[in-house]
Every structure is written in C-alpha cells, then in structure tokens.
C-alpha cells in the first residue's frame, strides 16, 4: 500500500491537482490582506482567523473538494491509464484506496494552508497598514483543531465527490454533484437538516448548538469513512470496459 | 508448455457474443499474429488475457497460470502493451516508468535497461507531451518489459505510426524474443505487418478464432495459384471451366486456384497451351506467392459459408 500510496504523491509532481492545492488557500490569504488594507480600526485575532475559517468550511472547501477530486480522477481518465494500472500484479483496491488517501491528505493540507497563509496574510497586512493589525491573542491550537474537524466532517463529502469522479470519465457528473451540493448547501445553511447535508457539514463544525457540530463530525467522519471504505471496494471490484 | 493457452475462452456482452469459444495455443518464444478485422473480438480476448475483463465462459492461461483463479500470479508474467497507453504526458518518460517500477517493486536499474532495449535512453529524460507517437510506442513497449515478464502482449503497436515508424517497429518486434527473451503475442488488423513480423498467427473473425498455426506451415498448406493476364477474361473462363481448378478475377487479373499438390509448372504449361489454341492472347502468366492474405480470404469465406449453411 505505501509503494501505491507514494506512486499517487509523484503522480501530483507537476499536476494541476498540486496548483489547485496552492491557489485555494492563496485565495483566501489574498481575501483576508485585502481586508486588513480596508479595515480602520484593529480586530482581534479569533475575527479573523473566524472568518477565513468560515469561508473555507462554507463555500471554499465543497468547491476545492469537487474539483480536486474530479483533476485527480482525471489524472487516470485522461490518458486512460485505468487498464494498464488495472493490469499490473497489485491489488486493484490498493490503487483506489491511495487515491482516496491523497485525496483527504491534501484536503488536510489545503486547511491548514488556509490557517497558515491567513496568519501570514494579516501579519503582513498590519506591516502595510500598523493602524489595522490584528489584537488579542492568537490561540493556533484552537483553530488548527477546528480546521482538523472540519477536515474529518468533509470525508463524507469527499467520498462521494471522490467515487463519482472515478466511476465516471467525464468531469461532468462530479462537477454537477458538486456544485449541486454546494449550491444547497449556501442557499439552506440556515436549515436545520443541513446538517444532514454532507456539503453542509464542515461549516456546522461552527454552529454554536453543540449537538450540530457533533453531527456533523460523526456523521461527516464516521459514516464518511464507512462510504468511503464501500466506494474503494465498489470500485475495485466493477469491470472497467 | 504454452506461453498462452485458453480453452473455449467466452465473453458476452448483453445478447452479443464477441469472443466465441476461443481455443488458442501461443507457443514459447514464438511472435504470435493475432489477425482479424477491427470489432473482430481481439481486444476483447487480449483484456481477458490479462485479467481485464471476466470470461462469461472458458479458460485463459498464462505460462500455466489460470488468470480467472490467479490474476496477481498471471499478471507478473505478462507485460502488455494497450491500445490507450496511459501516460502522464506532464511527467517525463522515465517518471512514466518509475511509477511502474515502484508499483512492481523493481530495482532502479529495470528503467535503463528497458529503455536500452528500446533505444531511448537518451530522449528518457524528455517530457511524454513531447513525444511523438512512434517514442510513446516504443515506451509503452519499455513499460511491458519491466521485469522481464515471460509473455508480451501488444496491441496494435503500429497504429497511428508512419511509414518509417511502422518500418522500424516491424524490425524491432521481429528481434523482440531475442533481445527480451519473452513470447510477444500481437494483435493487428494489418495483414503486412503480421506476415512481415509473426512466426505464427491465429486469425479471429466475428469472435471466433477461425485459423490458427505457424505460418510457413499455413501458407505451405495453401493451394497453389496461378496469375494470368489475357485479352479476353471471358473466353478465357470458357476455355479453362473444364480444368480441375477454381477461376476467380482480382484486380491483377484472372487467378487460377490449383489444387493442394498441382504442380505449378506442369498446369502453368497446360493452361499455356489451352487458351493459345483457343485463340487468347497471354500476355502473362506466373505462379503467385503464397500469402497470409490467401490464408485470411480462404479462413474468411469457409467461415462466411458455414455461416450462411447455418
């Protein structure tokens, strides 16, 4: 399994997989400076930190998942490198499970690229403009656990983005599942079965109702992880024509 | 024993039967010529060589390993070569490979070897979205010997390349089982480029394998034919009805098809004389080399009557 998992890693080297990893949470450090630039008055660190973390669980991190699952897919549909990896003397549940794993360790990644280059992006801002850096004191800690838990409640999300990606050649249908579940999940995130909703469930790792940011880490982590162990079984055992 | 051996090897899709009861013997260290017309079920039976896809019925084996029951055992002793060939285009040939030496478990030094063997050594560090057909070819081909499997099994290598390439292809596949040791199984619907390449040839048509064997032996089995160029086909059809052979017409002129044993010379001679006290002109006439195309014509049309008879 390791040799399949660190043949997945080169794969990356070079890949739009690995740029859309970088540019994500860039995206949000860049949202985050330009807030600081306009801000006249200090804020504490937990505002700011809140609401890059926000941004991410809300509409960022659907829209990274949707994505990266479908270009890592696509790194084998593309060429259509299926039936030469499906050939080799390796068992085939190994070449979709490392997958998967690649898949959520760069999730993981990207959330805590989005912590670090947030705390970059306004350190650098209260450089530019003293009148505006961030007060209080900055708990790392407390957001990289948020930032993790939010990572296990998307693994449900991702597994279904991931098995959709990979059971179909075409972009289309992950990128309609995604964007589908991402819509409703901005349209209703005030709706009570959000939480229910696996695009939803990151973002309720926010909510201040205990029991909803309990739901969604068990539901999002737990059911995610059994879905996700079906979908590399599912996947391993379909004939690809 | 065999290198490859299946036993009424069946595959059907919903109601369509593309592989029909294959029964086929690939000797070792032979250059084995699967021929048959594209959709002819080669695929079909090459992905079920290698574990791909599921028989509905039958047995496949590779150097004695049954790939239904042991597929991981089968699949380290063949190396193939697909249709689509699967590579990362953004990463270089020799990235290409090593992440199929990794997934092997291979030492490094497997990646020289089997670009030496390829001649690519020196373009080994260019990226593959440079590469033209022919070197992705020819490194799909490196990729198959990882490991030196005993079996290759190469589907259309020649497809796509041009008149040079195709040339160069063919010598290479030729010195393929001396320089890599293996049996080469290859799949074609070119009927040049098996007869310049293969030692044996099996030639599938509608699912069924209707031909199979050594080649020489094949074509030394075939009826001796006659070339004839006349001014008058029609007359000279008459004159010659009443001889024991069968009269077709190709684009060369009229064929006379002699039967298995008829010395070329002697009916040569006969027919000669024939049709010049008939009063026809012969501008020539000449024995016609035994080939792998007479071999597919004759395979295609018994399959074609017996499939009308049924």
Redesign the interface.
């Known amino acids: 399994m390791l ?2 998992l ?2 997945e890693v ?2 990356l ?3 739009l997989a690995l740029l859309l990893s970088a540019a994500a949470p860039t995206l949000i450090a860049v949202f985050a400076f330009a807030m600081v630039l306009r801000s006249e008055k200090p804020s504490e660190w937990s505002m700011w930190i809140g609401s890059a973390t926000a941004i991410w669980a809300y509409f960022m991190l659907p829209m990274c998942v949707t994505a990266l699952t479908a270009l890592v897919a696509h ?2 549909h593309g ?13 085939r549940w190994t070449l979709y499970a490392s997958k998967a794993v690649c898949v959520i360790g760069l999730v993981g990644i990207m959330s805590a690229a989005v912590l670090a280059m947030t705390v970059g992006a306004v350190v650098v801002g209260g450089f530019v403009k003293p009148e505006a850096a961030a007060v209080g004191r900055l708990d790392l800690p407390a957001h990289a656990w948020i930032l993790a838990k939010m990572t296990a409640a998307a693994v449900l999300m991702t597994a279904l983005q991931f098995w959709t990606a990979i059971r179909f050649a075409s972009f289309v249908p992950g990128l309609v599942l995604g964007i589908g579940g991402t819509f409703f999940a901005v349209v209703a995130t005030s709706a009570k079965q959000g939480v229910f909703m696996p695009w939803q469930m990151p973002v309720n790792i926010l909510a201040t109702e205990a029991w909803r940011a309990q739901t969604a880490l068990m539901l999002g982590g737990g059911l995610g992880m059994v879905v996700l162990a079906a979908a590399v079984i599912h996947l391993a055992r379909r ?3 | 024993m065999a290198a490859i051996e299946t036993e009424g090897l069946t595959r059907v899709f919903g109601r369509r039967r593309v592989v029909d009861a294959v029964s086929m013997c690939v000797p070792d260290h032979a250059v084995y010529g699967f021929l048959g017309r594209n959709g002819a079920g080669k695929t079909t039976t090459m992905k079920m060589l290698i574990g791909l896809l599921r028989p509905t019925s039958g047995v496949a084996r590779v150097c004695g390993v049954d790939v239904g029951r042991h597929r991981m055992r089968a699949a380290r002793r063949i190396g193939a070569l697909l249709e689509a060939h699967g590579f990362h285009v953004h990463l270089t040939g020799r990235e290409n490979l090593d992440l199929t030496r990794r997934l092997l478990g291979l030492p490094a030094t497997e990646i020289d070897r089997v670009l030496e063997v390829v001649d690519m050594l020196r373009d080994g560090g260019r990226r593959v979205s440079d590469y033209s057909l022919g070197m992705r070819q020819r490194l799909g081909i490196a990729r198959a010997m990882l490991g030196a499997p005993p079996v290759l099994m190469l589907d259309e290598p020649t497809n796509g390349l041009d008149p040079d390439g195709i040339a160069d292809m063919r010598r290479f596949l030729r010195a393929l089982p001396q320089r890599a040791g293996a049996t080469v199984l290859l799949s074609s619907h070119l009927l040049g480029e098996i007869e310049q390449t293969a030692s044996h040839v099996g030639i599938i048509h509608k699912g069924r394998l209707v031909v199979e064997g050594e080649l020489a032996r094949l074509k030394a089995d075939l009826a001796p034919e006659i070339g004839l160029r006349v001014d008058d086909t029609d007359k000279a059809r008459a004159v010659l009805r009443g001889r024991d052979l069968t009269l077709v017409e190709d684009a060369e002129g009229l064929v006379a098809r002699l039967r298995p044993g008829d010395n070329h010379d002697v009916v040569s001679a006969a027919l000669n004389r024939d049709l010049i006290q008939a009063g026809v002109s012969v501008f020539a006439i000449a024995p016609r080399a035994r080939s792998l195309e007479g071999i597919y014509r004759a395979a295609s049309a018994t399959t074609s009557r017996r499939q009308e008879t049924v």
């Open positions: 040799a399949v660190s043949v080169r794969k080297n070079r890949s790194m084998e060429p259509r490198s299926w039936d030469h990896l499906r050939a080799l003397p390796v068992p004939e690809v024509r």
